[in-house]
């Protein structure tokens, strides 16, 4: 068994593409609109659906946002630098929300960043505190 993706619902899909695409630098991977149920699929991702995780955009033609709730958390990806990470996000015009620096009651260096409908997306310096999660690779 493996995670296949995340599904988040997004108010303005070509927004949210935007973001993904040129703000975190991910690929769109495929994308299908479904008239007849007036809402449209996009997965992006760092690499093909069989061998990564990806992020599924739901766009519901005729809803425009979307109440988060408190249930909800982030989406978390791994950086070689998040302080570097924020600043690039910066440029690119997106939204930083907690500067990169260690975390709170750690050492691991850790950064947030929201897209355009709210969702928080968490940086996680590669190798930078002794709480870091650690992968077998």
Not at 23 to 45: C, I, K, N, T
Not at 55 to 72: A, K, M, P
Not at 110 to 128: L, M, R, T, W
Request: with cysteine; net charge negative.
């Amino acid at each position: 068994m493996r995670m296949l993706h995340t599904m988040l619902r997004v108010g303005n899909l070509e927004q949210s593409l935007n973001f993904y695409q040129n703000v975190l630098g991910m690929q769109l991977l495929r994308q299908h609109d479904y008239p007849e149920g007036r809402f449209s699929l996009a997965f992006v991702g760092y690499g093909d659906e069989a061998d990564h995780t990806v992020i599924e955009l739901t766009h519901n033609w005729d809803t425009e946002s979307y109440d988060l709730g408190s249930g909800y958390g982030h989406i978390a990806i791994e950086v070689e630098d998040a302080y570097a990470a924020c600043e690039l996000v910066k440029q690119r015009g997106g939204k930083v929300t907690r500067e990169a620096g260690p975390m709170m009651h750690g050492t691991t260096v850790i950064a947030f960043v929201e897209d355009p409908d709210g969702y928080k997306i968490e940086f996680i310096q590669k190798n930078s505190g002794n709480d870091s999660v650690k992968y077998d690779k």
